[in-house]
């Protein structure tokens, strides 16, 4: 397979390190973050309106490249493993990482939403409208 992403902007968060990254953000409370279009593509945000859900794509560029099998601590009995498809870690074998979000605002060549999980600077791989 011959692949190549593209970058079509990057994404401000207030987290600078990986242990600062929330788990299971709660997206009505989560932190307000803004994804900064390339000047290239701010055509397409045309169209998108405060109040819409979009899936947001992005490269988790820190990550390892790996699969794994890891001890759940949030369960109660703490004994139960789950690999690395069944949770939202970062780290993958293709780390992209995948948010359905509600717009906040829409800006000139911005999108504000809540809830973003990955660490400031990340690129944006893709935006699409959600499908509920």
Not at 6 to 21: A, H, N, Q, W
Not at 56 to 69: A, D, G, P, T
Request: glycine share 10%; proline share 5%.
């Amino acid at each position: 397979m011959d692949a190549q992403l593209v970058s079509v902007g990057t994404i401000s968060t207030p987290y600078t390190t990986l242990s600062e990254c929330p788990f299971n953000v709660d997206e009505q409370n989560g932190a307000l973050c803004e994804l900064h279009i390339a000047e290239e593509y701010r055509e397409g945000i045309t169209g998108l309106k405060v109040g819409e859900k979009i899936d947001i794509m992005y490269w988790l560029h820190n990550s390892e490249r790996k699969v794994s099998v890891e001890k759940s601590h949030m369960k109660n009995d703490g004994d139960e493993s789950f690999g690395t498809f069944a949770m939202r870690t970062p780290f993958r074998p293709n780390p992209i990482g995948l948010a359905k979000l509600t717009i906040v605002e829409v800006g000139d060549g911005s999108i504000f939403v809540r809830g973003l999980d990955c660490l400031d600077g990340t690129h944006i791989v893709d935006i699409k409208p959600a499908i509920a």
